[in-house]
């Protein structure tokens, strides 16, 4: 059997976390280490703590894969004495590779959301947020007839008019364009200022939406007029929403139960921190109709309200933004540690090297690595 290499394992990675799926301000992938060099071990962790790459380096791991991203802002200095650069310089000094996937891993599916639904007690089903990859624009294109073979070839060789196992598909509708040239214009057909009208075809055809940009190049450089005439719709998506890609995840308990029965659910299945668990609503209320989002999930807040859930687990909510969506007659809410319901996504990454990579070595380090230690209830009367 070959020997896996850390871009082996970023192969492994990015097939299951697929990292068109991140959110255009995050930084994901390989952060340090060569793609070239073998693996036998490999780490798992939430974030690369100073504590955290010190393990790695001790038990031998070749590579880390953490989902926070340690060089998600900016930063002027690696220097081994900063907070980064030490953790960095300590990677690279142990010969470890670091690793990220972070919100491509919440959107995918199986996926950090999917973990979260799991554990606390649903079957994951619609994002709140979807998120589709490949979608496809629809084209019309207004060309003169002699010269649409050389713009429709041009246009199939960048990567339009592919329908599954059919290639250069277009439709063709015979017409007639007419335009009035002003002053300055650069003239292929017609005379300044006087109405011109010739037959043209309207192609239409698909095109992957991601190539939107190289084909508008493409028309604009091998059309015959100077300001061709063409249209882009984009197309609705035909997975189901229940199948889709994106943050969060909406499902149902088996059953309808107390809300106060659910969050002590919440806080019995999620790792425990000295944060806990808290929440807001009516403690005897029934819910069912669960939403999640893993991570800070106050932007979804408004989103929630139109769902139709009974109550909206989450991380890292604000007092305002909270009080706001509340008064506007949002159902319960409950407010777990960042970290705690994150953490448990490492084990779904075990289980896909695990069977991906059989022949290599996961550990999941067990590192707390939620920020906060302490916590204390008063032993005094309430101010009154």
């Known amino acids: 059997m070959s020997e896996l290499t850390v871009g082996g394992i970023r192969e492994i990675m990015d097939a299951a976390y697929p990292p068109a799926l991140a959110e255009s301000w995050d930084r994901v992938g390989l952060i340090c280490g060569d793609p070239e060099n073998p693996v036998r071990r490999v780490a798992l962790a939430l974030d690369c703590t100073q504590e955290v790459a010190q393990r790695a380096v001790d038990i031998g791991a070749d590579m880390l894969i953490i989902h926070h991203p340690l060089l998600l802002r900016g930063v002027t200095s690696v220097a081994a004495d900063e907070p980064k650069g030490r953790v960095l310089h300590t990677l690279i000094r142990g010969g470890v590779a670091l690793f990220s996937a972070h919100t491509n891993a919440d959107s995918a599916r199986p ?3 999917d973990k979260l639904a799991e554990l606390v007690g649903i079957t ?24 649409a073979a050389q713009v429709k070839r041009r246009l199939f060789d960048a990567g339009a008019g592919t329908i599954g196992d059919y290639s250069e598909c277009t439709f063709e509708v015979e017409g007639t364009g007419q335009f009035r040239p002003l002053e300055g214009a650069n003239l292929t057909e017609g005379e300044p200022d006087e109405l011109f009208r010739a037959p043209e075809l309207r192609i239409e055809f698909v095109a992957p939406r991601h190539l939107r940009d190289t084909l508008i190049d493409v028309l604009r450089e091998q059309h015959p007029y100077e300001e061709p005439a063409f249209d882009i719709v984009g197309m609705e998506s035909t997975i189901p929403l229940d199948s889709a890609f994106g943050l969060g995840r909406v499902g ?14 919440v806080a019995d299945n999620l790792p425990e921190t000295v944060w806990g668990v808290r929440a807001s ?21 408004n989103d929630v ?15 305002h933004p909270v009080d706001e969506y509340l008064r506007a ?4 809410v409950i407010d777990t540690a960042h970290w705690a319901s994150e953490f448990p996504w490492t084990f779904q990454v075990r289980e896909i090297l695990q069977v991906q990579a059989p022949h290599i070595e996961v550990d999941v ?4 690595t939620d920020p ?3 916590s204390a209830q008063p032993h005094k009367e309430p101010l009154t």
């Open 124 to 147: 994951p089903g619609r994002p709140i947020s979807p998120r589709y990859l490949g979608g496809l624009d629809k084209w019309g294109v207004h060309v003169p007839g002699k010269d």
């Open 372 to 374: 906060w230690t302490l």
């Open 111 to 113: 996926g950090v959301n």
């Open 365 to 368: 380090l067990n590192i707390r």
């Open 252 to 265: 149902e308990l088996p059953e309808a139960m107390r809300l106060a029965d659910f969050v002590q659910q």
């Open 281 to 301: 609503g009516d403690p005897d209320a029934l819910v069912r109709r669960v939403a999640v989002s893993s991570g800070s999930g106050d932007g979804f807040l």
């Open 329 to 332: 007659g949002g159902p319960a």
């Open 305 to 319: 309200i139109k769902l139709g859930v009974d109550v909206y687990v989450t991380s890292d909510l604000r007092h």
